[in-house]
C-alpha cells in the first residue's frame, strides 16, 4: 500500500480517467485489459453522454462530477489519465497533487514533460505529471529523433491528417495547442529549431486513415542512413502500437520525406481511428513502466 491510504492492489496501480470522450472510452477498454492497471472509475461532466453510458454497460464505475469525482473518491487514485483539454489540465494538477497522484496527460497543455515510450522512457519514475504530447507527435518524434542523431537536418515539417470522425470535442478545443506542442516536441528530441506542424482534419468519405507525412531538409542525407533510422525507431514504436507502418520513405542530397500511417486496433474505434490508438497505447505503456517502477512488475516489457 502507497502512505496515502491508496486502493492500491499488489503490483497493480488504482487507476482513474478522467474524460469519457473517443480518447477516454478507447483507453478505459486498453487499461481493462492491463494486468499491471486496476480501472475504478471513469469522470466525466454529463453522466448521458455516450462514453460514460458505454463505461456502465461494462460494469466500470462512473461518475459525473469531473475531477471533483476523484478528489472526493472514499479513497485517492495512483495515476489519473487525463483525457479533457488543455485549458482543464492546469486545474486538474492542482486538485490532485494532495493526493500524489501520477497524472498522464493527453491534452496538448505541455504541462509536464513530454514522454515519448519508445525515446526517453527512463524519464517517467521521475515526475508525477507527464505529457503524452499529441497523436502526430507520438507518430512522428521517435522517427524524426532517431533520424537526427544519425543525419544533419536544419528543418523539419511535420504534417498530420486525421479522420474528422475520429478528431473528439477536447481535441477540436485544442487545435492551435495541439500544433504548438507538437512543434515543440520535434524541437525538443531532435535539436533543429526550424520546425513547422501542420494539422488536417479530413472530412473525406470514407475516411482517411490517421497519417503523418515528414519533409526534412538537411546536408548529405542519404538514402541508406535515414531508412536505417527509420526502420530502427519504427520496429521500436510497433511494439506497442501494432498498426504502426512505414508508408514511405526517400532521401537525397539536401532533402528527405517519410510517411507513416497508423491503424487502429482498438475494439471501441474504427480502424483509421490510428490517431487515437498510437496516443492511447503510449499513455498505457507509460502507466505500466510505472507501475513496473513502483512494484517491480515481472512481465511488463520495457524494451
Given at each position: 500500500?502507497?502512505?496515502?491510504?491508496?486502493?492500491?492492489?499488489?503490483?497493480?496501480?488504482?487507476?482513474?480517467?478522467?474524460?469519457?470522450?473517443?480518447?477516454?472510452?478507447?483507453?478505459?477498454?486498453?487499461?481493462?485489459?492491463?494486468?499491471?492497471?486496476?480501472?475504478?472509475?471513469?469522470?466525466?461532466?454529463?453522466?448521458?453522454?455516450?462514453?460514460?453510458?458505454?463505461?456502465?454497460?461494462?460494469?466500470?464505475?462512473?461518475?459525473?462530477g469531473g475531477v471533483?469525482?476523484?478528489?472526493?473518491?472514499?479513497?485517492?487514485?495512483?495515476?489519473?489519465?487525463?483525457?479533457?483539454?488543455?485549458?482543464?489540465?492546469?486545474?486538474?494538477?492542482?486538485?490532485?497533487?494532495?493526493?500524489?497522484?501520477?497524472?498522464?496527460?493527453?491534452?496538448?497543455?505541455?504541462?509536464?514533460?513530454?514522454?515519448?515510450?519508445?525515446?526517453?522512457?527512463?524519464?517517467?519514475?521521475?515526475?508525477?505529471?507527464?505529457?503524452?504530447?499529441?497523436?502526430?507527435g507520438q507518430a512522428?518524434?521517435?522517427?524524426?529523433?532517431?533520424?537526427?542523431?544519425?543525419?544533419?537536418?536544419?528543418?523539419?515539417?511535420?504534417?498530420?491528417?486525421?479522420?474528422?470522425?475520429s478528431i473528439g470535442?477536447?481535441?477540436?478545443?485544442?487545435?492551435?495547442?495541439?500544433?504548438?506542442?507538437?512543434?515543440?516536441?520535434?524541437?525538443?528530441?531532435?535539436?533543429?529549431?526550424?520546425?513547422?506542424?501542420?494539422?488536417?482534419?479530413?472530412?473525406?468519405?470514407?475516411?482517411?486513415?490517421?497519417?503523418?507525412?515528414?519533409?526534412?531538409?538537411?546536408?548529405?542525407?542519404?538514402?541508406?542512413?535515414?531508412?536505417?533510422?527509420?526502420?530502427?525507431?519504427?520496429?521500436?514504436?510497433?511494439?506497442?502500437?501494432?498498426?504502426?507502418?512505414?508508408?514511405?520513405?526517400?532521401?537525397?542530397?539536401?532533402?528527405?520525406?517519410?510517411?507513416?500511417?497508423?491503424?487502429?486496433?482498438?475494439?471501441?474505434?474504427?480502424?483509421?481511428?490510428?490517431?487515437?490508438?498510437?496516443?492511447?497505447?503510449?499513455?498505457?505503456?507509460?502507466?505500466?513502466?510505472?507501475?513496473?517502477?513502483?512494484?517491480?512488475?515481472?512481465?511488463?516489457?520495457?524494451?
Amino acid at each position: 500500500m502507497t502512505d496515502n491510504g491508496s486502493r492500491t492492489a499488489a503490483g497493480r496501480l488504482s487507476v482513474a480517467v478522467l474524460g469519457a470522450g473517443l480518447i477516454g472510452i478507447d483507453l478505459m477498454t486498453k487499461v481493462i485489459r492491463s494486468d499491471h492497471l486496476d480501472l475504478g472509475l471513469v469522470a466525466g461532466r454529463d453522466e448521458a453522454t455516450s462514453g460514460l453510458r458505454q463505461a456502465a454497460k461494462l460494469g466500470v464505475p462512473v461518475a459525473a462530477g469531473g475531477v471533483q469525482s476523484l478528489v472526493d473518491a472514499e479513497r485517492p487514485f495512483d495515476l489519473v489519465f487525463d483525457a479533457t483539454n488543455a485549458s482543464a489540465h492546469l486545474e486538474h494538477v492542482e486538485k490532485l497533487a494532495p493526493f500524489g497522484t501520477m497524472i498522464v496527460d493527453l491534452t496538448p497543455s505541455r504541462n509536464g514533460p513530454m514522454i515519448f515510450p519508445t525515446v526517453n522512457r527512463a524519464d517517467i519514475a521521475a515526475h508525477r505529471d507527464v505529457s503524452m504530447v499529441s497523436c502526430g507527435g507520438q507518430a512522428a518524434v521517435p522517427i524524426l529523433h532517431a533520424i537526427t542523431r544519425d543525419c544533419a537536418v536544419d528543418y523539419i515539417e511535420v504534417v498530420t491528417t486525421a479522420a474528422s470522425l475520429s478528431i473528439g470535442r477536447g481535441t477540436r478545443m485544442n487545435l492551435d495547442e495541439y500544433i504548438d506542442t507538437t512543434a515543440e516536441a520535434v524541437r525538443t528530441f531532435t535539436g533543429v529549431q526550424d520546425v513547422k506542424a501542420i494539422l488536417n482534419v479530413s472530412p473525406a468519405r470514407p475516411p482517411a486513415t490517421f497519417r503523418v507525412a515528414m519533409s526534412l531538409l538537411g546536408r548529405e542525407l542519404t538514402l541508406e542512413a535515414v531508412r536505417a533510422a527509420v526502420d530502427r525507431a519504427a520496429a521500436d514504436v510497433r511494439t506497442f502500437a501494432r498498426g504502426y507502418e512505414v508508408k514511405a520513405c526517400t532521401a537525397e542530397g539536401d532533402r528527405a520525406f517519410v510517411a507513416v500511417e497508423v491503424t487502429s486496433h482498438g475494439d471501441r474505434i474504427p480502424k483509421y481511428a490510428g490517431n487515437l490508438d498510437i496516443i492511447n497505447s503510449a499513455a498505457l505503456l507509460v502507466a505500466e513502466s510505472y507501475a513496473a517502477d513502483r512494484f517491480s512488475t515481472a512481465g511488463v516489457v520495457n524494451s
